[in-house]
Nanobody, 123 residues
């Protein structure tokens, strides 16, 4: 399994921006797909975005398309989630995930998870 350490959450007003980071403990070739999920109180964990290490292909949930951007920096084994035009409904704990054989929105397909970082968007 891969150790993942997230950072960058916080409190922001609606319309604002935040950037989350996820640092992986092993070289990128061992983490073919990395993804971001989020979980709001009382709700199931949901897929937000994903990126492949090799080609850098990106995938987004419809709810964040055009507002969020996932990117990577191979030299630092780090994935980023740039979140713009934040809305109160984006409030959740955001998790970084790795280990899926291919990009999927199914959380159980990923075998490594970060500790989560809280994002709170005030109206």
């Amino acid at each position: 399994q891969v150790q993942l350490v997230e950072s960058g959450g916080g409190l922001v007003q609606a319309g604002g921006s935040l950037r989350l980071s996820c640092a992986a403990s092993v070289p990128s070739l061992s983490t073919a797909t990395m993804a971001w999920f989020r979980q709001a109180p009382g709700k199931e964990r949901e897929f937000v975005a994903a990126i492949t290490w090799s080609g850098g292909s990106t995938y987004y949930a419809d709810s964040v398309k055009g507002r969020f951007t996932v990117s990577k920096l191979n030299a630092k084994n780090t994935v980023y989630l740039q979140m713009n035009s934040l809305k109160p409904e984006d409030t959740a704990v955001y998790y970084c995930a790795a280990g899926a054989l291919r990009v999927t929105v199914t959380a159980t397909a990923y075998n490594s998870w970060g500790q989560g970082t809280q994002v709170t968007v005030s109206s």
